[in-house]
């Protein structure tokens, strides 16, 4: 089993910046990916951007391309979403999620495909 725990939610104006973190704990050592969902009132959870945590290789969403960076730091067993830029339609709830087995394609999108879930931060932007 593994347990995520997010945090560094909060309020900032258009055209800010956060930094979201999750920190993992338990049988970390069988993860392969790491990603961050969001879902905003009224629609779908979407997924934000997704990490190979044995290549490091990073993948994102079209809408947040060149605006946020996920990473990882391993001695902590923690990932990081940092967003910069952001833009009223980034507001949502914001979910770690993470992965145990190998993904392709859209998989990595679905949430229905990551088993594990932190419980969620909130990200609001004013305009």
């Known amino acids: 089993q593994v347990q995520l725990v997010e945090s560094g939610g909060g309020s900032v104006q258009a055209g800010g910046s956060l930094r979201l973190s999750c920190a993992a704990s338990?049988?970390?050592?069988?993860?392969?990916?790491m990603g961050w969902f969001r879902q905003a009132p009224g629609k779908e959870r979407e997924g934000v951007a997704v990490l190979n945590s044995g290549t490091g290789r990073t993948y994102y969403t079209d809408s947040v391309q060149g605006r946020f960076t996920i990473s990882q730091d391993k001695a902590k067993n923690t990932v990081y979403l940092q967003m910069n830029s952001l833009k009223p339609e980034d507001a949502a709830v914001y979910y770690c999620?993470?992965?145990?087995?190998?993904?392709?394609?859209?998989?990595?999108?679905?949430?229905?495909?990551?088993?594990?879930w932190g419980q969620g931060t909130q990200v609001t932007v004013s305009s």
């Open positions: 338990g049988d970390t050592y069988s993860l392969k990916y």
């Open positions: 999620a993470a992965r145990d087995d190998w993904l392709y394609g859209r998989e990595l999108w679905d949430p229905a495909k990551f088993p594990y």
